[in-house]
C-alpha cells in the first residue's frame, strides 16, 4: 500500500469514527458554497442520496490500489454524472467540499500530508471521469 | 487402534444428521442500507473476520463470508458495503460446539443483546449483535449446509421474499416445513396441520394443494368454527332440493365442491365430538357421503387438508388416525433467523397500499419507494421479545411503531417499548472504566493524538478511546471548551 493510499485511509477511518454522519455535513458544505447544484439531487431522498454518498466513498478508497476496479466503476460513475447534467467545474466544488469535511472531522489529527494526499486523489479521480 | 476406525464407512441410518452437524453461524437480521440481504448467513467454522470490503494483508482471520443458504446449495455474497462497518470490525470464533467469541477490533460501536461490547464477549443462540446503525446478527445453530429436498427442487423464488404460496422464511425451519409440505403434496393423503395462530396454516394448505397433482382444481377453504351451528351436516355434505325444508335449494357441501380438487378446513378441532364421527366415512378410500335427503351415497374424490392449533389430543383418535401426514408448523419464535423477513414483507406492502406512509417512512432511489427509516434498535428488540401470535402479533407491533412514530422513522417509541420483553441481557465482558480526569491529563500529555493514548492507557484501538472520550462528553479533535484540558 502507497503512503498516500495509508494517508487516504487513515483519515476516512478516523473521519467515519468521529463523526458517522459527516455526509450529512458534506452536502450542507457544497450547498451552501453553491446553493445552485442542489437541484441536481432530487433523484433520490437526502437520506438515500447521503447513504450512496458514503458507500460510493469508502469503496473508491477501499480500492484506491486497485486501476480496474477503479476504472470500472469511474466509467460507470462519470456516464451517470453527465446524465445527472454534472458539469466540469462542480467537480472542483465537490471535491472542495469533501475535502473540507474530512478536515473538520479529523480535527488536530488533519495534516498539510493528509491535505495533499486527498487534493492529488481527488484530482486524478475526477480527472478519470471526465476523460 | 485407530487403522479400522478411520476406515469405517457409516450405515445410511448412522451418517450424522442435520441436528448433530448445527454449528454456530450468524444470520444477518437486519442491514440498514441493504434490506434485501436480511437472512444471510455466516457460518463461524473457525476464527474469522468480518468488516467491510474485500480482505486485508493484516486480516487476523479468513473472511467471513456471507451465504445465501438453500437446501443443498450455498450462494457466496459480498460483505455489506455499510461505511459504518470498519474494515475489520468484528473477529468472531466458535467456543465448543454452540457459542461463539466475539471480538470488536473495529471503530464502530457493537452492542450485544443492547449492551455496548467494549472488548469481547461470549455469545449463544438467540444473542443479538449489533453494529451501531449498521447491521443486525442473529447467533443461530444451523447445519454448514441446508440437506436437499426429499422431493426435489421448490418452486423457485427470491431470496428472503415470499415463495409462489405466499410462505416467508429462509431458515432450517422454514425449509424443513416446505420439504415436510411438499412430501405431503406427492402423496394425495389427508393432512393434519397443527400449528399456533398466525403461522400459517392456509399458506401450508395453499402450498400442499399448489405443489400437488390437484393444483389445477379448485382449493376450497372453509372455517369450520363458522359453520353454523345445526347445519353442519348441510354444509359439509350437502343437501338435495327441497331438504329439510321445501325452500332450499341443492347445495353440493364442501366435499361436493372439492371434488378434484382440496378442501382446506381450519379449526377442525371446534367441531363437536358428533360432527368429528360424522367425517369418519367420507374421509376412508372412497370418499364415500350422503347428501341430506338423498338415499344414494356419492363419491367425492377430495383431499382434506384440516388444521388446529389446538394439541392434536383435541381430535377424535379415530379422525386423527385418518391423517397420514401431521405437519407442525414451527412459530416465529422457533424461528427467529426469519423475523425480519416478513417484517421487510409487511414494510413493502404498507409502502405500496399508502403512498402517504410510503412518503413519510421510506427513502426514495430514482423516484422509487426503497429501503424504510427503521431504527435497527426495533429489530434488535423484536429479536428478543417472545411472540404469542406471531404473525399477526408481528403486524400489530409494526402498526404500534408506525401509528406512535413522532418523526419521520419507525422507531422504539414508549408505546411499542411497553409491548416488548427484556430490555437487555448482560452478555459476560470486561469494559474499561478510565475516569474523565485521567482522559483529560492524557489528551494532553499525548498531543491528543487517538492512538497514541489508546496505546499509553492499554485500550484495544483508538476507537474504544474515541468512544470512551465520548462519554465523557470529550474529543480528540478539538480542545475542551471549558478550557479544563
Same mark, same amino acid.
Given at each position: 500500500?502507497?503512503?498516500?493510499?495509508?494517508?487516504?485511509?487513515?483519515?476516512?477511518?478516523?473521519?467515519?469514527?468521529?463523526?458517522?454522519?459527516?455526509?450529512?455535513?458534506?452536502?450542507?458544505?457544497?450547498?451552501?458554497?453553491?446553493?445552485?447544484?442542489?437541484?441536481?439531487?432530487?433523484? $433520490?431522498?437526502?437520506?438515500?442520496?447521503?447513504?450512496?454518498?458514503?458507500?460510493?466513498?469508502?469503496?473508491?478508497?477501499?480500492?484506491?490500489?486497485?486501476?480496474?476496479?477503479?476504472?470500472?466503476?469511474?466509467?460507470?460513475?462519470?456516464?451517470?454524472?453527465?446524465?445527472?447534467?454534472?458539469?466540469?467545474?462542480?467537480?472542483?466544488?465537490?471535491?472542495?467540499?469533501?475535502?473540507?469535511?474530512?478536515?473538520?472531522?479529523?480535527?488536530?489529527?488533519?495534516?498539510?500530508?493528509?491535505?495533499?494526499?486527498? *487534493?492529488?486523489?481527488?484530482?486524478?479521480?475526477?480527472?478519470?471521469?471526465?476523460? | 487402534?485407530?487403522?479400522?476406525?478411520?476406515?469405517?464407512?457409516?450405515? +445410511?441410518?448412522?451418517?450424522?444428521?442435520?441436528?448433530?452437524?448445527?454449528?454456530?453461524?450468524?444470520?444477518?437480521?437486519?442491514?440498514?442500507?441493504?434490506?434485501?440481504?436480511?437472512?444471510?448467513?455466516?457460518?463461524?467454522?473457525?476464527?474469522?473476520?468480518?468488516?467491510?470490503?474485500?480482505?486485508?494483508?493484516?486480516?487476523?482471520?479468513?473472511?467471513?463470508?456471507?451465504?445465501?443458504?438453500?437446501?443443498?446449495?450455498?450462494?457466496?455474497?459480498?460483505?455489506?458495503?455499510?461505511?459504518?462497518?470498519?474494515?475489520?470490525?468484528? !473477529?468472531?470464533?466458535?467456543?465448543?460446539?454452540? *457459542?461463539?467469541?466475539?471480538?470488536?477490533?473495529?471503530?464502530?460501536?457493537?452492542?450485544?443483546?443492547?449492551?455496548?461490547?467494549?472488548?469481547?464477549?461470549?455469545?449463544?443462540?438467540?444473542?443479538?449483535?449489533?453494529?451501531?446503525?449498521?447491521?443486525?446478527?442473529?447467533?443461530?445453530?444451523?447445519?454448514?449446509?441446508?440437506?436437499?429436498?426429499?422431493?426435489?427442487?421448490?418452486?423457485?423464488?427470491?431470496?428472503?421474499?415470499?415463495?409462489?404460496?405466499?410462505?416467508?422464511?429462509?431458515?432450517?425451519?422454514?425449509?424443513?416445513?416446505?420439504?415436510?409440505?411438499?412430501?405431503?403434496?406427492?402423496?394425495?393423503?389427508?393432512? !393434519?396441520?397443527?400449528?399456533?395462530?398466525?403461522?400459517?396454516?392456509?399458506?401450508?394448505?395453499?402450498?400442499?394443494?399448489?405443489?400437488?397433482?390437484?393444483?389445477?382444481?379448485?382449493?376450497?377453504?372453509?372455517?369450520?368454527?363458522?359453520?353454523?351451528?345445526?347445519?353442519?351436516?348441510?354444509?359439509?355434505?350437502?343437501?338435495?332440493?327441497?331438504?329439510?325444508?321445501?325452500?332450499?335449494?341443492?347445495?353440493?357441501?364442501?366435499?361436493?365442491?372439492?371434488?378434484?380438487?382440496?378442501?382446506?378446513?381450519?379449526?377442525?378441532?371446534?367441531?363437536?365430538?358428533?360432527?368429528?364421527?360424522?367425517?369418519?366415512?367420507?374421509?376412508?378410500?372412497?370418499?364415500?357421503?350422503?347428501?341430506?335427503?338423498?338415499?344414494?351415497?356419492?363419491?367425492?374424490?377430495?383431499?382434506?387438508?384440516?388444521?388446529?392449533?389446538?394439541?392434536?389430543?383435541?381430535?377424535? $383418535?379415530?379422525?386423527?388416525?385418518?391423517?397420514?401426514?401431521?405437519?407442525?408448523? +414451527?412459530?416465529?419464535?422457533?424461528?427467529?433467523?426469519?423475523?425480519?423477513?416478513?417484517?421487510?414483507?409487511?414494510?413493502?406492502?404498507?409502502?405500496?397500499? $399508502?403512498?402517504?406512509?410510503?412518503?413519510?417512512?421510506?427513502?426514495? *432511489?430514482?423516484?422509487?419507494?426503497?429501503?424504510?427509516?427503521?431504527?435497527?434498535?426495533?429489530?434488535?428488540?423484536?429479536?428478543?421479545?417472545?411472540?404469542? $401470535?406471531?404473525?399477526?402479533?408481528?403486524?400489530?407491533?409494526?402498526?404500534?411503531?408506525?401509528?406512535?412514530?413522532?418523526?419521520?422513522?419507525?422507531?422504539?417509541?414508549?408505546?411499542?417499548?411497553?409491548?416488548?420483553?427484556?430490555?437487555?441481557?448482560?452478555?459476560?465482558?470486561?469494559?474499561?472504566?478510565?475516569?474523565? !480526569?485521567?482522559?483529560?491529563?492524557?489528551?494532553?500529555?499525548?498531543?491528543?493524538?487517538?492512538?497514541?493514548?489508546?496505546?499509553?492507557?492499554?485500550?484495544?484501538?483508538?476507537?474504544?478511546?474515541?468512544?470512551?472520550?465520548?462519554?465523557?462528553?470529550?474529543?480528540?479533535?478539538?480542545?475542551?471548551?471549558?478550557?479544563?484540558?
Amino acid at each position: 500500500m502507497t503512503t498516500q493510499a495509508a494517508l487516504l485511509r487513515e483519515t476516512l477511518e478516523t473521519t467515519l469514527a468521529a463523526d458517522d454522519t459527516f455526509p450529512r455535513r458534506f452536502y450542507e458544505l457544497l450547498f451552501a458554497a453553491h446553493p445552485e447544484v442542489s437541484s441536481l439531487f432530487t433523484r $433520490h431522498s437526502p437520506g438515500a442520496q447521503r447513504k450512496m454518498f458514503a458507500q460510493k466513498l469508502v469503496a473508491i478508497v477501499d480500492h484506491i490500489d486497485s486501476p480496474e476496479w477503479l476504472d470500472r466503476e469511474l466509467g460507470a460513475m462519470a456516464r451517470s454524472h453527465v446524465s445527472y447534467g454534472v458539469t466540469s467545474p462542480m467537480y472542483g466544488w465537490v471535491g472542495d467540499a469533501l475535502i473540507e469535511t474530512l478536515r473538520e472531522a479529523c480535527g488536530a489529527s488533519w495534516s498539510e500530508a493528509a491535505d495533499q494526499a486527498w *487534493r492529488e486523489a481527488y484530482a486524478s479521480l475526477a480527472a478519470a471521469m471526465q476523460r | 487402534m485407530s487403522g479400522e476406525s478411520e476406515t469405517y464407512e457409516p450405515l +445410511p441410518w448412522e451418517r450424522p444428521t442435520a441436528a448433530s452437524l448445527a454449528q454456530p453461524h450468524i444470520v444477518l437480521a437486519w442491514s440498514l442500507d441493504e434490506p434485501d440481504r436480511v437472512g444471510e448467513c455466516i457460518a463461524v467454522d473457525g476464527p474469522r473476520a468480518l468488516g467491510r470490503g474485500a480482505a486485508l494483508a493484516d486480516d487476523p482471520a479468513p473472511r467471513a463470508t456471507p451465504q445465501r443458504m438453500r437446501p443443498g446449495h450455498n450462494q457466496p455474497m459480498p460483505p455489506i458495503g455499510n461505511a459504518r462497518i470498519g474494515r475489520i470490525q468484528l !473477529l468472531l470464533a466458535p467456543v465448543g460446539s454452540e *457459542r461463539i467469541s466475539v471480538t470488536s477490533l473495529g471503530r464502530a460501536l457493537v452492542r450485544i443483546n443492547g449492551a455496548p461490547l467494549e472488548q469481547a464477549a461470549i455469545a449463544r443462540a438467540g444473542d443479538v449483535i449489533e453494529i451501531h446503525n449498521a447491521a443486525t446478527y442473529l447467533v443461530t445453530l444451523r447445519p454448514k449446509r441446508l440437506p436437499a429436498l426429499r422431493n426435489g427442487a421448490f418452486p423457485d423464488f427470491e431470496f428472503g421474499g415470499a415463495d409462489p404460496f405466499g410462505m416467508i422464511g429462509e431458515s432450517e425451519a422454514a425449509w424443513r416445513l416446505r420439504d415436510a409440505l411438499q412430501l405431503a403434496s406427492t402423496t394425495d393423503r389427508h393432512v !393434519l396441520l397443527l400449528g399456533d395462530s398466525g403461522t400459517g396454516k392456509e399458506l401450508a394448505a395453499r402450498a400442499i394443494h399448489g405443489l400437488s397433482g390437484r393444483r389445477d382444481r379448485s382449493l376450497v377453504c372453509r372455517n369450520a368454527a363458522t359453520l353454523p351451528e345445526g347445519i353442519v351436516d348441510a354444509e359439509l355434505f350437502g343437501n338435495m332440493r327441497g331438504y329439510p325444508s321445501s325452500g332450499m335449494p341443492e347445495r353440493p357441501g364442501l366435499f361436493g365442491e372439492a371434488d378434484g380438487g382440496t378442501l382446506f378446513l381450519d379449526e377442525i378441532g371446534e367441531l363437536s365430538e358428533r360432527m368429528q364421527a360424522h367425517l369418519l366415512r367420507v374421509l376412508d378410500a372412497g370418499g364415500e357421503y350422503q347428501r341430506l335427503g338423498e338415499s344414494k351415497p356419492r363419491r367425492s374424490s377430495f383431499r382434506l387438508i384440516a388444521a388446529t392449533n389446538r394439541a392434536s389430543d383435541a381430535l377424535k $383418535h379415530d379422525l386423527l388416525a385418518r391423517f397420514t401426514h401431521r405437519v407442525e408448523l +414451527p412459530t416465529l419464535s422457533e424461528r427467529r433467523d426469519d423475523l425480519a423477513l416478513p417484517v421487510a414483507a409487511q414494510l413493502r406492502r404498507i409502502a405500496s397500499a $399508502h403512498p402517504a406512509l410510503a412518503n413519510r417512512f421510506f427513502e426514495r *432511489r430514482t423516484g422509487q419507494v426503497a429501503e424504510p427509516r427503521l431504527a435497527p434498535h426495533v429489530i434488535a428488540r423484536l429479536l428478543r421479545h417472545e411472540l404469542q $401470535h406471531n404473525v399477526r402479533e408481528l403486524e400489530r407491533l409494526l402498526w404500534l411503531a408506525i401509528g406512535s412514530a413522532p418523526a419521520d422513522y419507525i422507531g422504539l417509541t414508549p408505546a411499542l417499548e411497553a409491548e416488548l420483553d427484556d430490555a437487555e441481557q448482560a452478555v459476560a465482558q470486561p469494559a474499561p472504566e478510565i475516569d474523565r !480526569l485521567t482522559l483529560l491529563r492524557a489528551l494532553s500529555e499525548h498531543d491528543r493524538s487517538p492512538t497514541r493514548m489508546a496505546q499509553a492507557l492499554g485500550l484495544k484501538n483508538r476507537y474504544v478511546l474515541i468512544r470512551l472520550l465520548k462519554k465523557h462528553g470529550l474529543s480528540a479533535s478539538e480542545p475542551n471548551p471549558g478550557g479544563d484540558a
